[in-house]
């Protein structure tokens, strides 16, 4: 019988809403391991959603900004030094520093789950001295995380070619359930996610003047306060709605009665160009056709299941193009929404969880 482990997974959000973190945390703990999450509380955080396994809230001083990295990076490295655990799992590089120095003093095993290619977010390669910054941090740490899996096999080759770490691959892919396509008499788009730099905001928002349809967004980040700018600016208050955060739940209801799912990046910054978003498979799984630039995940899982309009670039007209065609084509919307449901059996966190369990069984025994 493979021994059990205590897993501690450390990020830098407030637990609720982070749907990989719940999927991964719910599999290890059915799996028999004990786990424990590790995040902040912000002023406006609601109450925890009770979960299967330990969740632990550190409260903060600022919410954005180096003082918050540096306050919650001091408590949380002091929380580790005390809590039970046998494997400590930095999640991104945000949480790495605690997690390295820590399991350092106390002898644990650790692992890295990179959720994205940190150093090469728009936010992150735009700014010469953050970027520096962060690629230090990376080049210091990451070698000495043997273990560890990511989301996408371009991010996996990026850490083997820096730093001879070899990482698994557990994409980000939804929990196949049954489903039942409602009715949908209102065609309503939906954009499920961060609202951070780099997903499209200042052309997605524009583009909605050319498009007869309501779009919902479903999510807070970096580039909340400038959308809803742009929005303001355009006088599209009525036709695109801001949500904020939402429940995992809720979210799924949204999701599912949604006409058009979008997922857009900018190729500034190549993490975004080389990434595969948790939303693009959430719109999948609910049958839900849905907008993408042809980038490289994205071209390869649609060559076998067409479930997405590709358009080239991510521009106000081809953006505006591309929603009008999924409205106006109906032959063209159901075939890809029959894709969807074919594309779902495959693509799923059932079959993706069976690598995530195995990188923990191969810790057991190093």
Not at 104 to 120: M, N, V
Not at 149 to 156: E, L, P, S
């Given at each position: 019988m493979t021994k059990k482990l205590?897993?501690?997974?450390?990020?830098?959000?407030?637990?609720?809403?982070?749907?990989?973190?719940i999927r991964i945390c719910t599999s290890l703990q059915q799996a028999g391991h004990q786990v424990t999450i590790i995040g902040f509380r912000r002023k406006a955080s609601l109450p925890l959603t009770p979960r299967p396994y330990r969740q632990i809230?550190?409260?903060?001083?600022?919410e954005q900004g180096k003082l918050l990295y540096i306050d919650f990076w001091l408590k949380l490295f002091f929380r580790l030094l005390f809590i039970k655990a046998d494997v400590f799992c930095a999640i991104d590089l945000d949480t790495i520093m605690p997690v390295f120095y820590a399991s350092?003093?106390?002898?644990?095993?650790?692992?890295?789950?990179?959720?994205?290619?940190?150093?090469?977010l728009q936010e992150v390669v735009t700014r010469p001295g953050v970027y520096k910054m962060w690629r230090w941090i990376e080049g210091h740490t990451v070698p000495h995380f043997p273990a560890g899996?990511?989301?996408?096999?371009?991010?996996?080759d990026v850490f083997f070619e820096r730093y001879g770490v070899r990482y698994a691959l557990v994409r980000n892919m939804t929990v196949l359930r049954p489903l039942k396509i409602?009715?949908?008499?209102?065609?309503?788009?939906l954009y499920q996610g961060a609202v951070n730099v780099g997903r499209c905001f200042e052309y997605l928002i524009p583009a909605m003047k050319q498009v007869s349809a309501q779009l919902i967004i479903c999510g807070e980040g970096n580039f909340f306060k400038e959308a809803k700018e742009i929005c303001t600016r355009h006088g599209l208050e009525d036709k695109v709605i801001f949500k904020g955060y939402v429940d995992p739940e809720a979210l799924r209801s949204y999701t599912i009665n949604a006409y058009i799912g979008i997922t857009l990046f900018e190729a500034i910054a190549h993490s975004n160009k080389m990434?595969?978003?948790?939303?693009?498979?959430?719109?999948?799984?609910?049958?839900?056709?849905?907008?993408?630039?042809?980038?490289?995940e994205y071209v390869r899982i649609n060559a076998e299941y067409e479930v997405a309009h590709l358009i080239e670039e991510p521009?106000?007209?081809?953006?505006?193009?591309?929603?009008?065609?999924?409205?106006?084509?109906?032959?063209?919307?159901?075939?890809?929404?029959?894709?969807?449901?074919?594309?779902?059996?495959?693509?799923c966190w059932q079959e993706e969880e069976k690598t995530l369990l195995n990188v923990y069984d191969q810790l057991v025994h190093t």
């Open positions: 205590r897993i501690v997974c450390t990020v830098t959000n407030d637990l609720n809403f982070d749907q990989r973190m809230r550190l409260p903060i001083i600022a350092k003093i106390r002898r644990k095993k650790r692992a890295y789950d990179a959720h994205e290619l940190f150093t090469e899996y990511t989301v996408g096999a371009y991010i996996a409602p009715p949908k008499p209102v065609r309503y788009i990434s595969l978003a948790n939303r693009f498979f959430d719109y999948m799984h609910c049958g839900v056709p849905q907008l993408c630039v042809q980038y490289p521009t106000v007209d081809q953006i505006a193009a591309g929603l009008n065609f999924l409205l106006s084509d109906e032959g063209a919307y159901q075939a890809l929404q029959q894709n969807c449901l074919k594309a779902r059996e495959k693509y």
